[in-house]
């Protein structure tokens, strides 16, 4: 989960312009759009179990630290990693003027897994560093909120949470000698729907294969408690954000034009779009050719 590019700068990460094609009501969710066959959860389970040890090895790493945000892609993470590393991962829970009902979630996911968690609360490293750089948190951090807020300032703002958490991260899997394990999806992956040096700061991307209807079929495999799939999903930077409101795409569309189905053209456009902006998300920084 992150903020969306609508331009070359890294400040800018998460945002939109209006969205062609809003979301609609919460009810009864369609069917995954995905193009596995049927069964598919426990044999690839298995291979992402093998596939986490594997890249452990190769780094020489001994376990896995992972943000555990209450939301489904950390969840399934989080399942994932508990079998990858029996006793040696650590879920971190790090609220910074994040929902309480997303804390509450993460733990619920850690008990059902036996995941061991450590909770960090960022307001005050948040607040601390704003003043030190010269910026204000003010009362809202949203884009287009009704306070005014600046919507520049905003992603600024919004940015500057998700790469603490990041910082967070890494701090504890140096001390612990541990890969830091994302929960970024192949839909929010493709789109750029995520903070550079953010949430998209880790060593392995076990889910970037995976369309968000294939990730909420791995969560039910996994037996992910029903409160978190079922919650619309949403990177809590800010009150009321949701990954479809601000991408202006469902996720069911956006995993069907992923896996080369139909889609409305404006739609189409509009994916087009967010995945030709972001590339730069997705490459390594540019060096001279000469």
Known sequence: MGLMSDAMNPDDDKARNEATCRPGG?????????????GWEPEYVDRLV???????????????????????????????????????????????GSAPEDAAHARLVADEFGVPVKVVPLDGVYEAILRAIGGEAGPGVGPGLPDGTDRRRGLSLANLRARLRAVTWYFHANLLNRLVVGSGNRAELSVGYFTKYGDGAVDVLPLGNLVKGEVRA?????????????????????????????????????????LGGRVPEETSGRIREMVARSEHKRRVPAIPDF
Do not use: N
Request: net charge neutral; aromatic share 6%.
């Open 218 to 258: 791995l969560a039910r495999h996994l037996g992910v408690p029903e409160p978190v799939i079922a919650k619309p999903p949403t990177a809590g930077l800010w009150p009321g954000q949701t990954d479809e409101g601000e991408m202006g795409v469902t996720y069911e569309l956006l995993d069907r034009f992923l």
């Open 50 to 96: 093998g596939w986490l040890r594997d890249r452990a090895v190769e780094a020489g790493a001994a376990g896995a630290v992972f943000g555990l945000s209450g939301g489904i892609d950390s969840s399934v993470v989080a399942a994932v990693c508990a079998r990858a590393f029996p006793g040696e991962c650590l879920g971190l829970i790090l609220p910074c």
């Open 26 to 38: 919460r009810g009864p969710q369609p069917p995954p759009v995905s193009r596995r066959p049927a």
